[in-house]
């Protein structure tokens, strides 16, 4: 019977276990839900003010702005953007994996890197192993385009100021539920474009006021909308991370129900035959004497 009692705990731990993570799934669907739906509006303005930026960029030439001057790189910096929570799959480790390549390559080129982060896991794992410029946690859950100009103040003055020579932005490319993509972005120096690799048609444009007025206001939106889109990308693979593995630890802990039912039925049924060979064992021998 102790053996029983055993195999009915662990069935009802499992259940608890297995409410949990349906509970955990249905919250991060409903996040996933609004995180993709903000990430998918984002895309297109974000692509078109790129393309827009680019062409105005190589109408001018890359000496026009601060932020497109190309220095001999010395130092770099880069923005880590992982989760505050765990239970996200393999979101974390992928994104910890990506920037540990990074900083070995800049360091065997012989670069000083500088590292930022926005996310818990991220902080906690460089924390003891790498100098963090600044740590940001808890303000993925919600946030807007304020996140991104706050951002901005750690990343554009100091590069104006030659403290570094080029910024990059470490962060999840999302694919779908399933695929997870971590994406090394370079966004500073800004790399003008030649005008054919951005239209097949050269068209010719007449900017008022001047293009160098209106790159001098865009240049700094152009840091706001690339840290924007990468959060908001961050943003919607995590929560889909989330959504899959708790569906995968849901089935789990049903295979575990099945498999430990199995086995109290069969144990329950073994107790059952002993007992029914004792009494018959017991009756023979009544019968006998």
């Not at 062409?55 to 890359?62: K, R």
């Not at 992928?94 to 670069?111: H, P, S, T, Y």
């Not at 971590?182 to 444009?205: C, D, F, G, H, Q």
């Amino acid at each position: 019977m102790a053996a029983l009692k055993d195999i009915k705990r662990k069935i009802n731990a499992v259940q608890k276990t297995r409410q949990i993570t349906r509970a955990m799934n249905m919250v991060a669907a409903s996040k996933f839900k609004a995180a993709q739906a903000k990430m998918i509006n984002f895309r297109p303005y974000s692509e078109s003010f790129m393309q827009m930026l680019n062409e105005l960029a190589g109408s001018i030439g890359s000496a026009s702005h601060p932020l497109m001057a190309v220095r001999e790189p010395r130092k770099v910096r880069a923005l880590l953007l992982t989760s505050d929570r765990g239970l996200c799959g393999g979101f974390n480790n992928n994104l910890i994996k990506a920037a540990e390549r990074f900083i070995a390559e800049k360091r065997n080129a012989g670069l000083d890197v500088e590292l930022m982060t926005i996310g818990r896991k991220g902080k906690d794992f460089f924390k003891k192993r790498f100098a963090i410029v600044n740590a940001r946690t808890d303000v993925l859950q919600k946030f807007d385009m304020s996140l991104a100009v706050g951002v901005s103040e750690d990343i554009i003055p100091p590069f104006l100021a030659e403290l570094y020579d080029e910024f990059y932005v470490i962060y999840n490319e999302f694919v779908n539920v399933s695929v997870q993509r971590p994406k090394v972005l370079k966004v500073l120096p800004l790399a003008a474009m030649e005008r054919s690799e951005t239209r097949n048609v050269e068209i010719e444009y007449i900017y008022e006021p001047s293009a160098k007025e209106i790159l001098e206001k865009l240049l700094p939106m152009y840091v706001h909308v690339m840290l924007y889109r990468a959060f908001a990308e961050t943003s919607a693979g995590e929560n889909g991370a989330r959504m899959a593995a708790m569906d995968n630890a849901t089935r789990n802990c049903e295979d575990m129900i099945e498999n430990l039912t199995l086995k109290y039925n069969k144990a329950r049924q073994a107790a059952i035959t002993a007992e029914l060979m004792d009494i018959v064992g017991g009756t023979e021998a009544l019968a006998k004497g």
